[in-house]
């Protein structure tokens, strides 16, 4: 199976010879993948080099032009190095374009924290007006990549990871489905993390919801899973933990509840170790998952 970023690659590629209102900026990552696309349209798909606030604000200018323009490179890169561009160039300006990170919060150790951005959607929520999505799968990524590139001037952020689930979920109309019903409690699954939660919820009698768009908030979903259930909430995201907490209690303002936030954690983890390392360290694999789920429900 390729990876998420693989499908980016492929689908942008092919996007960008059926669609000219379509153009690429890149700042180096993933450039030897889109070299064929580039000689196929030098005008429309541009490599800034290491310079990721040049490429937010090249973005914003191609928005200014009428082209839907989509922005590449690691998530550290992308919406922490560039946050003001992103604030200024495109919610200030009133410009809409297509954000797709890769390397998520901890996808390569090995970079070390550099290259590490659990922090990402959160700092996206401070600004107004962005759809974000979380896909689990390639194909999940396929579907949201060709969604965000067809949605006029929206602001679209598409977060990509070498995570994902053993099989993708058919997303419809992008709201967050029921997975697994219960009346013990409600557990959202966010993107490459509902295998996870699916393995430590087998046998608990709780209602699991997956996301794989998290922004805008799906309030009427959350809300009526908690009333077919207990009003206690429990949220698996694979970016910083606590993220989504405000939106869910504002979804539940009028139902006592109680959430439960689980994610990565603000600790640095100074050591490289894998992928599965980090995901056991942020206590997301199913064990811990459990662990938590079942003290917090009990």
Known sequence: MDTMRERFITVTSRLLDEDPRLALVLAEISMDGFRPAQERHPDRVINVGIREQLLVGVGGGLALTGLRPVLHTFASFLVERPFEQVKLDFGHQGTGGVLVSASASYDWPAGGFTHMAPGDVALLDTLDGWTVHVPGHPDEAEALLRHAYAAGDDRVYVRLSQQSNAAPRPLGDLRFQTVRE?????????????????????????????????????????????????????????????????????????????????????????????????????????????????????
């Open 182 to 298: 219960g009346r013990a409690g409600v557990v959202l699954a966010v993107g490459p993390l509902l295998d996870n939660v699916l393995a430590a919820t087998e046998g608990l009698d709780v209602t699991v919801l997956y996301a794989a768009t998290v922004r805008p908030f799906d309030d009427a979903a959350l809300r009526a899973a908690a009333g077919r259930a207990a009003a206690d909430v429990v949220l698996v995201e694979p970016y910083l933990a606590g993220t989504s907490a405000a939106a869910a209690g504002q979804a539940l303002a009028d139902v006592p509840h109680r959430v439960l936030p689980l994610g990565v954690g603000r600790a640095e983890l100074r050591r490289y170790g894998t992928i599965d390392e980090h995901t056991a360290a942020h206590g997301l694999d199913a064990g811990s998952l459990r662990e938590r789920i079942t003290g917090f429900l009990r």
